[in-house]
C-alpha cells in the first residue's frame, strides 16, 4: 500500500511526525514487499531442485519461519497504519460524537502501552538469546538477528498507537490512524431493510 502524508497536519511537529510516518511507511513496505519476494524465490527454488534435480535446499524451512517472524511483527505496524488490525467493535460501533472518540483514545493509548511493555520484555529476551549464541542449524545465523525483528515491530507498533492517540486528541473527527480518518455511513435500519427487500427483487 502506498504510503500517504494525508492527515498530517499543519502544524511543523504534525508536518514532522508525519514525514516520520511516512519514511517508516517506505522502509516497512520495502521489508515486507521483500521478505514475501524472498520467500517465494525459495520456495520455487525448493520444488525446482526437487523434482529436477530430485535435491532439495535444506535451508529452506529456516528461511520461511525467519521471514515469517520478519512479515509478521514488521507487519504490526503496518496494519496499525492504515487501521486494519482487529477490532472488537460490539460495543464502540453503538456510540455516536465524544463517546466514541473517548473510547477509541482509550483503546489506542492501553493498545499503545501493552505494546510498549511487551517490546521491553522481547528485548530482555533478545539480550538473554544472544548470550546464549543460539543459531539456526543448517545455515547457523544467530537466532538474535532474526528475534530483533520482534522488538523493533512491537515498537513501531506502539508508536503507530500513540500517533493515533495524539491525532484523536488534537484533531476533529474520530481517526483509527494517524493518517486513516473512520468513516461509517449512517444508514437507518428501516431504510436498509428497503434497500435489501429492493436488492432481493431484482
Not at 155 to 175: C, D, P, S
Amino acid at each position: 500500500m502506498k504510503p500517504s502524508r494525508e492527515g498530517a497536519g499543519r502544524s511543523p511537529f504534525g508536518r514532522l511526525l508525519g514525514g516520520i510516518d511516512w519514511l517508516t511507511a517506505i522502509i516497512e513496505n520495502t521489508i515486507i514487499a521483500g521478505s514475501i519476494l524472498l520467500m517465494a524465490g525459495v520456495n520455487i527454488a525448493n520444488v525446482l531442485g526437487n523434482n529436477l534435480f530430485q535435491a532439495s535446499l535444506p535451508f529452506t524451512e529456516e528461511i520461511n519461519q525467519s521471514l515469517l517472524v520478519i512479515i509478521t511483527f514488521v507487519g504490526i505496524g503496518a496494519a496499525a497504519r492504515h487501521g486494519r488490525h482487529i477490532r472488537m467493535s460490539a460495543i464502540y460501533d453503538q456510540l455516536e460524537g465524544r463517546w466514541r472518540k473517548g473510547l477509541n483514545v482509550l483503546t489506542a493509548l492501553s493498545t499503545a502501552i501493552l505494546l510498549f511493555v511487551l517490546a521491553w520484555y522481547a528485548v530482555s529476551y533478545e539480550v538473554r538469546v544472544r548470550e546464549l549464541g543460539q543459531a539456526t542449524p543448517a545455515l547457523g545465523i544467530p537466532l538474535w538477528i532474526i528475534y530483533v525483528w520482534v522488538p523493533i515491530g512491537l515498537f513501531i507498533g506502539a508508536v503507530q498507537y500513540l500517533l493515533t492517540t495524539w491525532k484523536n486528541l488534537t484533531t476533529e473527527g474520530v481517526w483509527r490512524a494517524f493518517t486513516e480518518r473512520e468513516e461509517y455511513e449512517q444508514v437507518e435500519v428501516g431504510q436498509a431493510a428497503r434497500d435489501a427487500e429492493e436488492e432481493v427483487g431484482r
